[in-house]
C-alpha cells in the first residue's frame, strides 16, 4: 500500500482535533482560554519556519555549556564536562593518561547506543574496552541517566584529577573515554581524534500507549516519566517537548505547557507519521535556542507546526477530510476576503533540502534539488529556495517534507472568513469546504484553516484559510531523493602514522622496518609454488606484534630456484600485503632505493616432481641462522 494510501487511512478516521486531553480522560475544550481575538495569534506566527542553526558536530567545551537533548537515532559528540590529562612519566611520556567526560542528553534515562566513532570510524567496544587499532589505548564508559545515577564513569587508570565519586551525573546520559598516549606506536600522535557515539535518546510519552487517555491503552500516565518509552515519532516528541521536562518537581527542559497540550492533536498526528516513515533525529539545546524555535524544529521533521495560545495545538501536512461546510447563512458581521493566490516570491517551483545525513559525517548535506515540473513552466523558470531540516537523517523524507513545502506555497488564497457560532469548534489544520454561494472562489473548493480569533462579544469566529489540493499528497508521499556520495574516512590510525613519520628524522622509518622480522613464518614450496603461513612482524618501537596475511604464489615459479620474498609496507599496517618474489637478493632487501621493503624469506623450489621443500624467515639481526645481509650459496 502506498503513503498517500496509508495516511488518507489514519486521517479518514480522524475527528477534529478541537480538545487537548488530559490526564484522567478530562476534557478541556480547546476554546476555553480563547476568549479574546488577542489570545489567538494568526498565520503570520505559525507558518514561519523554524530558525536555522546548524548542527553540532563537534564536542562542545565550555564553562557554561547549553544543556542537550538527544531525539531518537543520531550521532552526538556531547557536550565536555570533565577533561585531564594524568599519570605522572609512564614509559618515557609525561602524563600519558586522558580522560574526558561528556554528556550526550540530559532528562535521561535514555535508551542506549548503537555506535562508538572514532575519527568517523566505527569502533567496537567491548567491556569498555576497544578492539582493532586502539586496543590497549582506548576505554569507553557509558550511563543512560538513570534517577540518581547508581554509579559513576569512572576512568580506565586510576589518579585522575577532578574527578571521584561524586560525580554521578544522575539523569545525564554520558559517556566517559580513557584514553592512553603511546610514544613507540604513535597512537593518538595528532592529538585526540573526533569521537562521540551513535545514541538513542530520550524517551516520550505516547498517548496513544495510555489507558488513561480517550482511545488510548497501555501503562504510559503523562505525569510518571518512568512509564515513557523510546520512539522517534516527531509528533509524540513535540507533544512531549511541549508539556516539559520535569526532573525533581523541577522543570528542567521544554516548554512549561503541562496540561495545556492537544494530545488528542499529537495522537492523530502521530499515527500519521508512523504511516509516513517520518522520524526526528538530532539533538536541540537550552538555553542557547528559544523554546519555541525548538518546537518547531521538531514539528518540521513531521511536516508540522505548533499553534500557540492557552492551549499548545498543531497542524500537520497530510491528506484531510472536509468536516464541515462554510454556506452564506453562516457568514456573520466580519472580515470576508480572497487573495487569488498567495505572492510571486512565496510561490517558489523548486527547492534543495539540506538534512543531516549519517552517510556524510552527521553533517548538515544538501540534497539533489526537488521540483514541480509543471510549476516551472507556469512559472517560465526556476524559483528556488534552500530547505534546511535539521532533525532529518532521511533524504526520501527531506525529499517529501519540502515537496509539500512547495505545493503549499502554490495553494490558492488565503481566504478570511467570519462565521457565526455554529462553527466556533473547528480551529487551525481543520479542513472545511467553502460552499460557491459564499462567493468567494468561482466554484466550491477545501480549504484548511490556518489562523482562528474569536470575538467574545459575538462568539464570531474569524477564520483564514488555504486552499487544498487532494492530489498533491499522491505526489509527495513515496517521493525519492538523491544525494552525492559519502566521503571515505581514512583507516584508523592513518593521521596518527602519517603524523609521526613525517615527525621523525630521515631514514627513522625505514630502519624500523630494516630491522624488523617475521614471528611464526613458516614458507613451504614444490616445484611450481610457494607457499606462505600467517604470520606477525616485529617491530623495536611496537610493544603489540602487528599480523600479515599468508597467500600461496603460484604464477612464474620455477623448480629448483633460489627467491627471496618480500613486501612493501610504508605504513607497516600488515595485513593483506601484496607478496613478491624475485632472484635477486637485493632487490629484496630494505634499501634507500626501497625504503617500504620488508624482507620476507628465501626459499628453493623442489625439483620437478620432488616431494617439496622448506625455507627460512627473517630473524632478528642476532637471531643466528640465516643472514639476510649475505647471499646463500647457489651451489
Not at 567491548?126 to 587499532?133: I, K, L, M, T
Not at 521540483?371 to 512559472?379: E, G, I, L, R, W
Not at 466556533?424 to 477545501?446: F, H, K, R
Amino acid at each position: 500500500m502506498s503513503k498517500v494510501f496509508r495516511a488518507v487511512g489514519v486521517v479518514a478516521g480522524v475527528v477534529s482535533s478541537v480538545a487537548a486531553f488530559v490526564p484522567g480522560g478530562q476534557l478541556v475544550a480547546a476554546i476555553a482560554g480563547a476568549v479574546s481575538v488577542a489570545a489567538s495569534i494568526g498565520a503570520q506566527l505559525t507558518v514561519k519556519k523554524p530558525r536555522v542553526t546548524g548542527a553540532i558536530n563537534n564536542r562542545m567545551i565550555g564553562g557554561s555549556n547549553p544543556m542537550p537533548y538527544l531525539m531518537g537515532l543520531a550521532f552526538s559528540a556531547g557536550a565536555q564536562v570533565v577533561d585531564e590529562g594524568y599519570g605522572g612519566r609512564v614509559d618515557k611520556v609525561d602524563n600519558p593518561y586522558s580522560f574526558t567526560g561528556v554528556v550526550h542528553s540530559c532528562c535521561g534515562p535514555c535508551d542506549g547506543i548503537d555506535s562508538y566513532l572514532v575519527d568517523w570510524n566505527t569502533v567496537s567496544i567491548s567491556g569498555g574496552a576497544a578492539s582493532g587499532y586502539y586496543a590497549g589505548f582506548l576505554f569507553v564508559g557509558s550511563q543512560l541517566g538513570q534517577r540518581p545515577e547508581p554509579g559513576v564513569l569512572t576512568p580506565q587508570w586510576g589518579g585522575c584529577p577532578n574527578w571521584g565519586s561524586a560525580y554521578k551525573l544522575s539523569s545525564m546520559f554520558a559517556t566517559g573515554w580513557s584514553m592512553k598516549f603511546d610514544k613507540k606506536g604513535k597512537v593518538y600522535a595528532g592529538g585526540q581524534p573526533p569521537f562521540g557515539i551513535v545514541g538513542r535518546g530520550v524517551r516520550v510519552y505516547d498517548p496513544r500507549l495510555d489507558s488513561t487517555f480517550p482511545g488510548g491503552s497501555g501503562p504510559q500516565r503523562v505525569t510518571d516519566e518512568s512509564t515513557w518509552a523510546y520512539s522517534r515519532n516527531p509528533a509524540l516528541h513535540a507533544g512531549t517537548y511541549a508539556y516539559g521536562r520535569w526532573v525533581n518537581g523541577k522543570l528542567v527542559f521544554g516548554i512549561d505547557q503541562g496540561d495545556a497540550v492537544d494530545f488528542g492533536a499529537v495522537a492523530a498526528w502521530a499515527n500519521v507519521c508512523d504511516a509516513n516513515g517520518w522520524t526526528v533525529n538530532g539533538t536541540i539545546y537550552e538555553p542557547v535556542e528559544s523554546r519555541w524555535n525548538n518546537l518547531k524544529k521538531i514539528c518540521q521533521a513531521g511536516g508540522g507546526e505548533p499553534i500557540p495560545g492557552p492551549v499548545i495545538g498543531f497542524s500537520w501536512r497530510a491528506p484531510r477530510v472536509a468536516l464541515d461546510t462554510i454556506r452564506a447563512a453562516d457568514l456573520a458581521p466580519g472580515p470576508l476576503g480572497t487573495t487569488a493566490m498567495q505572492g510571486w516570491a512565496t510561490r517558489i517551483n523548486t527547492m534543495r533540502p539540506k538534512f543531516r545525513s549519517p552517510a556524510h559525517q552527521w553533517s548538515d548535506t544538501p540534497a539533489d534539488a526537488v521540483k514541480v515540473a509543471a510549476f516551472v513552466t507556469a512559472d517560465g523558470e526556476e524559483k528556488s529556495e534552500e530547505n534546511v531540516l535539521e532533525l532529518v537523517t532521511d533524504v526520501d523524507q527531506g525529499a517529501e517534507l519540502t515537496l509539500y513545502e512547495i505545493y503549499e506555497r502554490r495553494e490558492a488564497g488565503p481566504f478570511t472568513v467570519t462565521v457565526g457560532p455554529r462553527l466556533q469548534a473547528y480551529g487551525v489544520g481543520d479542513s472545511l469546504t467553502i460552499a460557491e454561494d459564499c462567493e468567494l472562489w468561482p466554484v466550491e473548493i477545501v480549504g484548511t484553516v490556518k489562523s482562528r480569533s474569536i470575538d467574545p462579544a459575538t462568539g464570531y469566529s474569524t477564520l483564514e484559510l488555504i486552499g487544498e489540493t487532494p492530489s498533491k499528497h499522491a505526489a509527495v508521499l513515496g517521493a525519492t531523493g538523491g544525494v552525492s556520495d559519502a566521503p571515505t574516512p581514512p583507516a584508523p590510525g592513518t593521521s596518527d602514522g602519517v603524523l609521526g613519520n613525517n615527525s621523525d628524522p630521515f631514514g627513522y622509518v625505514s630502519n624500523l622496518i630494516g630491522t624488523s622480522y617475521a614471528v611464526g613464518l613458516t614458507v613451504t614450496a614444490t616445484d611450481s609454488s610457494i607457499t606462505i603461513s600467517d604470520h606477525d612482524r616485529s617491530y623495536s618501537d611496537r610493544e603489540a606484534l602487528t599480523p600479515v596475511d599468508g597467500v600461496v604464489i603460484s604464477s612464474g615459479i620455477d623448480p629448483a630456484t633460489n627467491y627471496y620474498g618480500y613486501y612493501d609496507d610504508g605504513d607497516r599496517l600488515g595485513g593483506a600485503v601484496s607478496w613478491q618474489v624475485t632472484e635477486d637478493y637485493f632487490e629484496a632487501q630494505n634499501s634507500v632505493t626501497h625504503p617500504d621493503r620488508h624482507f620476507g624469506f628465501y626459499i628453493t623450489t623442489d625439483v620437478v616432481g620432488g616431494s617439496g621443500s622448506s625455507g627460512g624467515g627473517s630473524l632478528p639481526p642476532a637471531g643466528g641462522g640465516y643472514n639476510p645481509y649475505r647471499p646463500v650459496d647457489d651451489s
